[in-house]
């Protein structure tokens, strides 16, 4: 592969690099007190690393904290646009879900990396346990539209689907890139960037943004709202899954959720399979059965629901979680009915005395996790009654039909 010219172009100028990791970034650290996520200790180098003043070469993409994260994304070298498509470094590899987080309608491209000769760890339960260097991306995107608001951006709204390994910019538009590094520190770090108008880059926001959008559905209705960038804390308040560890997890990549199928360049394998062929993933041996795709209509209603309600609310929803208090844990493990919110009065939220339970069986509109889906911000409403708290200002009318379905099915009476 050879050797880069260092970026900036000037020999001796730029950036100083330990192993892969931009060493002047981690000494710029140190010299403030050291991040929240991070010690500013240089790491070790890693197996197969240069001398310490080269660039790395494409397939050893460089590694930034992100707490001195570079300001445009092509600074990873992980994602490439030329404003017309979007498209990988090699060894970047896609990855999708069975079932994934809703986010207003916004179609998801993810894809992970590792440094040369470092392998994930595998494991049945839980989230995948990545190395140090390790780079998890979520590019967030619609196809586009044309808006009837000319300051919003059109969108069209549909249910996502795979991206392959381009996506295709004439058709659809980017919107933001988050970014997941697994520091020296052990510890995962996380950024954001929100895509410049011309496509062909994108640009670190740490303190959010709002980004005015009107969506289109098949039938021409129109949903104007505000897609809102997380701010960094934000990012925590779904990641930290364990509220007193406080520490940022990988929540998607677990081998029940990616054991499916992804269309390579190169062919469809079981995402699981492909990356123990490319000696990505240690241990891998014969994977937990896949998590249900929560709109598979052909797999069994609850086992649908119960899977969305796992990847949509159990971050927080779980006994060590931001809202394990509530005793509403939603986890695919969890099966005392009562934790499922099953005849269980409601602790929190303002609408209590309205409902006596999170879910009463057999009576959808009755239950306060059915209603807690549908109404956001509205005006009589008081703030915070919409799940997720985060991340969500347009209704998913198919996942909370499925919701739904799922509590009217069951079987009706509270002891
Ligand atoms: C509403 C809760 C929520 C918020 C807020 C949130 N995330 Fe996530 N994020 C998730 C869930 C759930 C997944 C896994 C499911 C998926 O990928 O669809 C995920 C996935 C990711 C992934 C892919 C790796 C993984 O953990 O699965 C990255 C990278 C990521 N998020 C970064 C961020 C960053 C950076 C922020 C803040 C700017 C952020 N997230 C804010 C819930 C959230
Ligand atoms: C980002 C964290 C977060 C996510 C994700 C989240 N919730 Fe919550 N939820 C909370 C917090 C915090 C509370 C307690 C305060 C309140 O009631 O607003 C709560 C409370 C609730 C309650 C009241 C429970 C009780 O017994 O008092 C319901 C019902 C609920 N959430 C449903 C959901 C559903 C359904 C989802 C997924 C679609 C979801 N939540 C996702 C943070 C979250």
């Given at each position: 592969?050879?050797?880069?010219k260092?970026?900036?172009?000037?020999?001796?100028?730029?950036?100083k690099?330990?192993?892969?990791?931009?060493?002047?970034?981690?000494?710029?650290?140190?010299?403030?007190?050291?991040g929240?996520?991070?010690?500013?200790?240089?790491?070790?180098?890693?197996?197969?690393?240069?001398?310490?003043?080269t660039?790395?070469?494409?397939?050893?993409?460089?590694?930034?904290i992100?707490?001195?994260?570079?300001?445009?994304?092509?600074?990873?070298?992980?994602l490439?646009?030329?404003?017309?498509?979007?498209?990988?470094?090699?060894?970047?590899?896609?990855?999708?879900?069975?079932?994934?987080?809703?986010?207003?309608?916004?179609?998801?491209?993810?894809?992970?990396?590792?440094?040369?000769?470092q392998?994930?760890?595998?494991?049945?339960?839980?989230?995948?346990?990545?190395?140090?260097g390790?780079?998890?991306t979520?590019?967030?995107?619609?196809?586009?539209?044309?808006?009837?608001?000319?300051?919003?951006?059109g969108?069209?709204?549909?249910e996502?689907?795979?991206?392959?390994?381009v996506?295709?910019?004439?058709?659809?538009?980017?919107?933001?890139?988050?970014?997941?590094?697994?520091?020296p520190?052990?510890?995962?770090?996380?950024?954001?960037?929100?895509?410049?108008?011309?496509?062909?880059?994108?640009?670190?926001?740490?303190?959010?943004?709002?980004?005015?959008?009107?969506l289109?559905d098949a039938?021409?209705a129109?949903?104007?709202?505000?897609?809102?960038?997380?701010?960094?804390?934000?990012?925590v308040?779904?990641h930290?899954?364990?509220?007193?560890?406080g520490t940022?997890?990988?929540?998607?990549?677990?081998?029940?959720?990616?054991?499916?199928?992804?269309?390579?360049?190169?062919?469809?394998?079981?995402?699981?399979?492909?990356?123990?062929?490319?000696?990505?993933?240690?241990?891998?041996?014969?994977?937990?059965?896949?998590?249900?795709?929560?709109?598979?209509?052909?797999?069994?209603?609850?086992?649908?629901?119960?899977?969305?309600?796992?990847?949509?609310?159990a971050?927080?929803h779980?006994?060590?979680?931001?809202?394990?208090h509530?005793?509403?844990?939603?986890g695919l493990?969890?099966?005392?009915?009562?934790?499922?919110?099953?005849?269980?009065?409601?602790?929190?939220?303002?609408?209590?005395?309205?409902?006596?339970?999170?879910?009463?069986p057999?009576?959808?509109?009755?239950?306060?996790l059915?209603?807690?889906?549908?109404?956001?911000?509205?005006?009589?409403?008081?703030?915070?009654?919409?799940?997720?708290?985060?991340g969500r200002?347009?209704?998913?009318?198919?996942?909370?039909?499925?919701?739904?379905?799922?509590?009217?099915?069951?079987a009706?009476?509270?002891?």
């Open positions: 592969m050879g050797i880069l260092k970026p900036g172009g000037a020999l001796g100028a730029g950036p690099w330990v192993g892969r990791w931009c060493a002047t970034c981690l000494v710029v650290l140190a010299g403030c007190g050291g929240t996520a991070t010690t500013g200790v240089e790491p070790p180098p890693l197996p197969g690393d240069g001398d310490g003043s660039v790395p070469a494409p397939t050893d993409l460089p590694l930034f992100a707490a001195s994260a570079p300001s445009k994304l092509s600074a990873w070298r992980h490439l646009s030329d404003g017309q498509a979007l498209r990988l470094s090699p060894n970047v590899v896609p990855y999708s879900l069975n079932t994934p987080l809703f986010s207003d309608y916004a179609h998801k491209f993810r894809t992970l990396w590792l440094p040369a000769g392998q994930i760890h595998y494991t049945a339960s839980g989230p995948l346990l990545f190395p140090v390790a780079v998890v979520k590019t967030f995107f619609y196809p586009r539209a044309t808006a009837q608001d000319p300051g919003l951006l969108a069209a709204k549909t996502p689907m795979d991206a392959g390994e996506v295709d910019l004439v058709a659809n538009r980017l919107i933001e890139t988050r970014l997941m590094v697994r520091e520190s052990g510890r995962w770090g996380a950024v954001t960037y929100v895509w410049d108008a011309d496509q062909q880059d994108a640009t670190l926001v740490r303190s959010g943004q709002n980004i005015g959008i009107e289109v039938g021409g129109r949903t104007p709202f505000t897609y809102a960038v997380p701010t960094e804390a934000q990012c308040t779904c930290a899954t364990n509220v007193s560890t940022f997890e990988a929540i998607g990549p677990q081998a029940h959720n990616m054991n499916r199928s992804y269309a390579y360049a190169a062919g469809s394998f079981n995402q699981l399979e492909h990356l123990a062929t490319l000696q990505l993933l240690a241990g891998y041996t014969t994977p937990p059965a896949p998590m249900v795709v929560w709109n598979d209509t052909a797999a069994p209603l609850s086992q649908r629901a119960r899977a969305y309600l796992d990847v949509n609310c971050s927080c779980n006994s060590a979680g931001r809202s394990g509530t005793g509403l844990w939603l493990g969890v099966s005392d009915p009562r934790h499922l919110g099953v005849c269980k009065p409601p602790v929190g939220g303002q609408q209590n005395g309205r409902f006596s339970f999170d879910v009463n057999g009576n959808a509109d009755a239950s306060f059915y209603y807690r889906l549908g109404n956001y911000r509205i005006n009589s409403e008081p703030p915070r009654v919409a799940m997720p708290e985060l200002h347009v209704f998913h009318t198919e996942g909370n039909a499925l919701v739904r379905d799922w509590i009217n099915a069951m009706p009476g509270c002891p």
